[in-house]
């Protein structure tokens, strides 16, 4: 675990909190190969600019057993365990964390998140267990993965009660595969009933499948599931200034 919290100057109480799958590329550029988002620079901007600002939780992966411990379905060299890394994660990090950091401890300020297999496995996490988390952070979202099988979960599964989520994808990955799933996602929670309240999607032109990418459209990301929603809360207010909302 590799936890990271606010300057404790910036809020009047508990904060929300954000989980995140791949650990290694969270925070600094050494643990991660290909460099890290840096996320706790972005907190640390909102929290200096008194805004609201989340505890980052970041959780390693089991390295060769990254792709069975976050895929939710078996299939392409995966025996797709994300259930049994869930019920762990619910059972014992979630409470853990709770328990020792001062962190919000329902459904809306609490958070999951990730990048690629990661942003699936978010995505899964927040609609498998919405009575833990409530907001979801899908970067670049695998949705390809067994044959697009999440699309078939999210048919047969009502929007949580509590739901917040931001999609992303760049148009140049994969010849432009993963912008048109995660469009094809964002449509269908359209129908579902989501709006621009809490439904932030960013399609990025120039975004490749890389922790460079991420790490640029991370603080919109954030803002969106914690600044805007307190904002929301209190009086509304609009996106994040440089984020593009699906139509």
Not at 220 to 227: D, E, G, P, S, V
């Amino acid at each position: 675990m590799r936890v990271y919290l606010p300057d404790e100057g910036a809020h009047r109480g508990p904060s929300p909190v954000l989980f995140l799958f791949d650990g290694q590329n969270i925070f600094h550029d050494d643990p991660s190969y290909s460099g890290g988002w840096h996320l706790h620079e972005a907190v640390r901007d909102l929290a200096g600019r008194g805004l609201e600002a989340p505890v980052l939780v970041g959780i390693d992966h089991g390295g060769a057993e990254r792709l069975t411990e976050l895929s939710p379905f078996p299939g392409d060299g995966s025996e797709g365990k994300l259930d049994d890394f869930l019920g762990w994660l619910t059972s014992e990090i979630v409470p853990a964390v709770q328990e020792r950091f001062p962190v919000r401890r329902d459904p809306a300020s609490t958070a999951i998140g990730g990048a690629s297999m990661g942003g699936l496995a978010a995505l899964y996490a927040h609609f498998r267990r919405p009575d833990v988390f409530g907001a979801a952070l899908c970067m670049s979202p695998s949705l390809w993965f067994a044959e697009r099988k999440i699309f078939e979960v999210l048919v047969s599964r009502a929007a949580p009660a509590s739901s917040r989520l931001y999609v992303d994808a760049g148009a140049q990955e994969d010849g432009g595969s993963v912008l048109r799933d995660a469009a094809r996602l964002v449509e269908h929670l359209r129908q579902q009933g989501y709006g621009e309240d809490n439904l932030l999607f960013c399609p990025d032109e120039d975004g490749a499948h890389c922790e460079d990418a991420w790490r640029r459209r991370a603080p919109a990301a954030l803002q969106f599931l914690f600044t805007e929603a307190e904002r929301e809360q209190q009086g509304g207010a609009g996106a994040p200034e440089g984020a593009q909302q699906a139509a």
